[in-house]
């Protein structure tokens, strides 16, 4: 027997409060939260997750930038970085290269 699960992630690159250094996380998105990024036309876009962040990123003074992926129903929508700059700064941090 064989599952398929399906999670909408949330990558986030910013700056902690204490220390203010850059930092990383992976929010997984419930569908409480789903609901919550939602825009008033009940789409989820760039522009709605960001706001959504805003108010549920608490352990972050700051969010430089963000991707997502996000199960919509049968759709998957995908929010890719804002810059290749922070996307390789996400994946630094996260799996950094040791010399």
Request: proline share 4%; aromatic share 10%.
């Amino acid at each position: 027997m064989r599952y398929l699960v399906r999670k909408s992630v949330v990558q986030v690159l910013g700056k902690l409060w204490l220390p203010n250094c850059p930092a990383t996380m992976e929010y997984v998105l419930s569908d409480y939260d789903l609901n919550n990024a939602r825009n008033e036309a009940g789409n989820i876009t760039r522009a709605s997750v960001r706001q959504w962040l805003g108010m549920n990123s608490g352990d972050f003074s700051a969010v430089t930038d963000f991707a997502a992926s996000i199960e919509d129903g049968k759709r998957t929508i995908t929010i890719p970085w804002g810059t290749e700059e922070n996307e390789l700064a996400y994946a630094d941090i996260t799996d950094p290269i040791e010399l």
